[in-house]
């Protein structure tokens, strides 16, 4: 597909039928700002928005591909037809094994949580700082990765802003541990704290963004 055309031909077909940047990125569930993307040719459309894109410019999926109409009721049409239909069969196919490696992830996460809370009510006080500080740092990890596979929304800011919030929580948790341990006068503890925090920052802070980043792309690929 040539950017460019294909951009050129949304938008035509888009205001024939009457239709804002934000009507038909809602009928497909994108931002607008995608569809100005690829009404501007900076970008294409993902393959799995295809087939909803041609449903909701009421155009056959050849034509779109195309950026021109063709006739219904030509042989070489519907031989396309199922070849690009084939292709966005094969592009599910892949999209659930990806997304089958996420949900894992997540259960794993869920897991990880699981036992957490489990050794939270066994010992209590002496490992709550690190406890919270881990399941709000995965709970940042598994915030774009539910948005990704799941919610698909095209709030994507507000689900970076909760997901980076958790993060900091995450770290600020570990300076209310440093701050217990100073009133104490636990200064060694204090010491091998500071250097678990500075594995938390960079691990969580780094990874939360990461994954918001991919998720941000996509978003408005």
């Given at each position: 597909?040539?950017?460019?055309?294909?951009?050129?031909?949304?938008?035509?077909?888009?205001?024939?039928?009457?239709?804002?940047?934000?009507?038909?990125?809602?009928?497909?569930?994108?931002?607008?700002?995608?569809?100005?993307?690829?009404?501007?040719?900076?970008?294409?459309?993902?393959?799995?928005?295809?087939?909803?894109?041609?449903?909701?410019?009421?155009?056959?999926?050849?034509?779109?591909?195309?950026?021109?109409?063709?006739?219904?009721?030509?042989?070489?049409?519907?031989?396309?037809?199922?070849?690009v239909t084939d292709t966005i069969k094969m592009s599910k196919e892949s999209s659930k094994i990806e997304k089958g490696i996420w949900v894992s992830i997540l259960g794993i996460f869920g897991i990880?949580?699981?036992?957490?809370?489990?050794?939270?009510?066994?010992?209590?006080?002496?490992?709550?700082?690190?406890?919270?500080?881990?399941?709000?740092?995965?709970?940042?990890?598994?915030?774009?990765?539910?948005?990704?596979?799941?919610?698909?929304?095209?709030?994507?800011?507000?689900?970076?802003?909760?997901?980076?919030?958790?993060?900091?929580?995450?770290?600020?948790?570990?300076?209310?541990?440093?701050?217990?341990?100073?009133?104490?006068?636990?200064?060694?503890?204090?010491?091998?704290?500071?250097?678990?925090?500075?594995?938390?920052?960079?691990?969580?802070?780094?990874?939360?963004?990461?994954?918001?980043?991919?998720?941000?792309?996509?978003?408005?690929?």
């Amino acid at each position: 597909m040539d950017a460019k055309i294909l951009g050129s031909y949304i938008a035509i077909r888009r205001k024939e039928l009457g239709m804002t940047q934000a009507k038909l990125a809602e009928k497909i569930h994108v931002t607008d700002k995608a569809v100005s993307r690829w009404e501007r040719g900076v970008g294409l459309p993902d393959i799995d928005n295809l087939e909803a894109l041609a449903k909701a410019l009421d155009v056959s999926l050849v034509s779109l591909m195309q950026g021109k109409v063709y006739e219904e009721n030509q042989i070489s049409v519907r031989e396309a037809e199922e070849l690009v239909t084939d292709t966005i069969k094969m592009s599910k196919e892949s999209s659930k094994i990806e997304k089958g490696i996420w949900v894992s992830i997540l259960g794993i996460f869920g897991i990880i949580i699981i036992f957490l809370c489990i050794l939270l009510l066994r010992d209590g006080k002496i490992i709550f700082y690190s406890v919270a500080s881990i399941i709000t740092g995965l709970i940042a990890w598994g915030i774009p990765i539910i948005d990704k596979i799941f919610w698909k929304t095209s709030h994507v800011g507000r689900t970076m802003l909760v997901s980076v919030g958790f993060a900091f929580l995450s770290v600020w948790i570990q300076f209310l541990d440093i701050k217990n341990l100073a009133y104490t006068g636990n200064w060694s503890a204090i010491y091998d704290t500071i250097n678990v925090l500075s594995v938390v920052v960079i691990m969580f802070c780094i990874i939360t963004l990461l994954l918001n980043f991919v998720n941000i792309r996509k978003k408005y690929a």
